[in-house]
């Protein structure tokens, strides 16, 4: 069976930092891009950041761009999120996500139809 577990998430800061994980199990996500995802109280979820499998280049929503860095570890099936610099407005239940299949696209996958495997995410709060 396919999972994704995150963790990490917690109480922090503005300004302040965590490190969020998930794990993958079931198959073998070397060989899937993934992404991270989060969806703060009333709002809809929203694309955070994704990284692909064949050459780990990565891509991120503008408003976490330079604070925020995705980054995988095939040994360890082992998704990360570096968030530096946290904000208010940024607490929100994180998701990690996975495509269904392996492509070789030079395409970004920003949107949240792209991944057919999700975790059950991981709260972040920030408090000033």
């Known amino acids: 069976q396919v999972q994704l577990v995150e963790s990490g998430g917690g109480l922090v800061q503005a300004g302040g930092s965590l490190r969020l994980s998930c794990a993958t199990s079931?198959?073998?996500?070397?060989?899937?891009?993934m992404g991270w995802f989060r969806q703060g109280p009333g709002k809809e979820r929203e694309f955070v950041a994704t990284?692909?499998?064949?050459?780990?280049?990565?891509y991120y929503a503008d408003s976490v761009k330079g604070r925020f860095t995705i980054s995988r570890d095939s040994t360890k099936n082992t998704l990360y999120l570096q968030m530096n610099s946290l904000k208010l407005e940024e607490t929100a239940v994180y998701y990690c996500?996975?495509?269904?299949?392996?492509?070789?696209?030079?395409?970004?996958?920003?949107?949240?139809?792209?991944?057919?495997?999700w975790g059950q995410g991981t709260q972040v709060t920030v408090s000033a």
């Open positions: 996500a996975a495509q269904g299949r392996t492509t070789y696209s030079a395409s970004y996958k920003y949107q949240e139809e792209e991944y057919a495997y």
């Open positions: 079931g198959r073998t996500f070397s060989t899937l891009d």
């Open positions: 990284i692909k499998w064949i050459n780990r280049s990565t």
